[in-house]
């Protein structure tokens, strides 16, 4: 199995620009979660998925940030317009059915960097 | 509501020693407990779970941890450190509630020293 795969892996863009990170996760899983890290913050839950339907979206920091699951088998997290402060890495997770007790399968991670 | 936090945000042992990382959660129902690892420029990956079986949790390279629920703690250990272990750790408790959100505590940094 591929795991799940993110892309791009890197990003710099410039303030204002929008930014879309990708994600596919695992064949199967039916839950999908993304997070982002930063040494001020940690790892914050922003928005998962279940069946394709956004079921928490109460990480998300403000509407400049929209995630979307078309299907079973890709995602988006969209920034516009982007800031300095959203420099981070983000991951996607899968699990199975998001059910308590289920392991989480991580993307390697999106490195980005807004100037 | 469920919390979780670690107690250490770094931790030095000598090659060869053993690891103590510690970990205390709060939660109002039963959880599910999980050590997840971090290496440099890489993404988490599952150590170890408690999901309500044996107390006593193997996972993988030698790490184990036990539930002890008098405590609210699930501490992570290990015999002996290896220089690969060098990393970040992340506990993680779940316990069914906001729709099966998992909370990541702070992360505690390994250091290995040769």
């Known amino acids: 199995d591929a795991g799940v795969i993110q892309s791009p892996r890197h990003e710099v863009t410039e303030m204002g620009q929008e930014v879309t990170l990708r994600c596919k996760p695992i064949?199967?899983?039916?839950?999908l979660f993304w997070y982002r890290q930063t040494m001020m913050r940690g790892l914050e839950l922003l928005i998962y998925?279940?069946?394709?339907?956004?079921?928490?979206d109460s990480g998300m920091p403000e509407d400049r940030f929209s995630a979307k699951m078309p299907n079973a088998s890709f995602s988006t997290l969209k920034i516009q317009p982007s800031e300095p402060r959203d420099s981070a890495v983000y991951f996607c997770?899968?699990?199975?059915?998001?059910?308590?007790?289920?392991?989480?399968?991580f993307g390697p991670g999106t490195r980005l960097l807004v100037l | 509501a469920q919390s979780v936090t670690q107690l250490d945000s770094h931790v030095s042992v000598s090659e060869g020693t053993p690891v103590l990382l510690r970990c205390n959660y709060s939660?109002?129902?039963?959880?599910?407990l999980f050590w997840y690892v971090q290496h440099p420029n890489k993404g988490l990956q599952l150590l170890l779970k408690?999901?309500?079986?044996?107390?006593l949790v193997k996972g993988i390279n030698g790490f184990e941890a036990e539930f002890k629920k008098s405590e609210t703690s699930f501490h992570l250990t290990k015999p002996s450190a290896h220089m690969s272990d060098a990393a970040e750790y992340f506990c993680?408790?779940?316990?069914?509630?906001?729709?099966?959100?998992?909370?990541f505590g702070a992360g505690t940094r390994l250091f290995v020293k040769a």
């Open positions: 997770a899968s699990s199975l059915a998001g059910r308590k007790g289920e392991t989480q399968y």
């Open positions: 064949s199967g899983h039916n839950s």
């Open positions: 998925f279940n069946n394709n339907v956004p079921i928490d």
């Open positions: 939660s109002s129902y039963s959880p599910s």
């Open positions: 408690y999901t309500s079986a044996a107390t």
């Open positions: 993680v408790v779940s316990d069914g509630t906001g729709g099966f959100k998992t909370i």
